[in-house]
């Protein structure tokens, strides 16, 4: 039986603070500037049943996700199986285990460390052993080197090569301690390597600042920015106690970092989902009668990335140094 526990009730993420739900639901591709708010849409017909609110092209609204429609949106694991399987012959969404998330991450760390096992030891059952003792690191590395060394999941769903709050396959809760995500060792290492609670924050957000991804369905955006939001919580309280919370500020930073570095996009064309395609002529025209003749995407047509006449998304650079570059285009980080 899926573990409902895991499902993170934006109830009540709106009563702890109603910015904090704000905040997650933006998209800032689209917004046009800041204090101006664009939010994620459901990109998904799932909820069209639902009515007025709930269509494909629909923006994800507060009102549409909380009070009496605050079960909405729940993980793929609390989804029905007939659910499950509309999403996966509509959209190819299928959520990887646990263990394969495990697996393929710790490839990603054999390699950065130049050596096997550094933070747990796979088992033949598709369990694994936490390597308890604090994490060392190879000559000419440090511990600030890797919390800022940057990942990306793409097509990120919930996002469990990320964060690891539970398994997205079997719903079943995953303890702290025993996490694998990207950004859950990221966190180990800030709280190995960090004693007081200004440190932490410091090193954490770095964290959050050097972890990525991107989907197409708003629910499953939403989703992966609350198990961020909801892991920054879980590893600060396991650091400092677990009657201690964050300053509301520090909570609304975090979710400003996730809003911006997980964001609804085509990965395809690196455009926001559905902004492509053709588009009638700007060309006027001698008549008014007719259908207007529309022009073909030039990306759609020759494959090329760079020429889709779609929105392109932005994210942000964080180390910018001035306001006119802190948002770049993802597709002008793709080397050609």
Known sequence: ?????????????????????TTLLKDHTLSPKEGEQVNIFWATDNYEHLGDGYHYHDQITIPCITGDNGTVIVPRSVKSRQQQQQRSREMAEVFTPSWICNAQNNLVDDAWFGREGVFNTENPDHTWMVNTDPITFPEGKTWRDYVRDTRLEITCGEAPYIVSRYDTVTGEPIPVEQRI????????????????????????????????????????????????????????????????IPQMKSLLYI?????????????????????????????PSLFDFGEPELIPCAGCKSGDIRQHNGTYCLIRDWGAKTEDKKKIRFIDLIKN
Do not use: H
Not at 200 to 208: G, M
């Open 1 to 21: 039986m899926v573990d409902q526990s895991i499902d993170i009730k934006e109830n009540d993420i709106f009563a702890l603070s109603p910015e904090l739900l």
């Open 255 to 283: 979710a400003y970092i996730i809003s911006w570095n997980f964001w609804q996009m085509d990965g395809l064309k690196g455009v926001v989902p559905d902004s492509c395609g053709d588009k009638p002529s700007t060309q």
């Open 181 to 244: 995500g990207l950004l859950d060792r990221k966190l180990r290492v800030v709280s190995e390597n960090t004693e007081t609670t200004g440190d932490w924050l410091k090193w954490a957000q770095t964290a959050y600042m050097n972890v990525y991804g991107y989907e197409w369905q708003g629910d499953n955006l939403l989703l992966a920015r609350e198990n961020l939001l909801m892991t920054f919580l879980d590893y600060y309280k396991a650091k400092f106690g677990a009657d201690k």
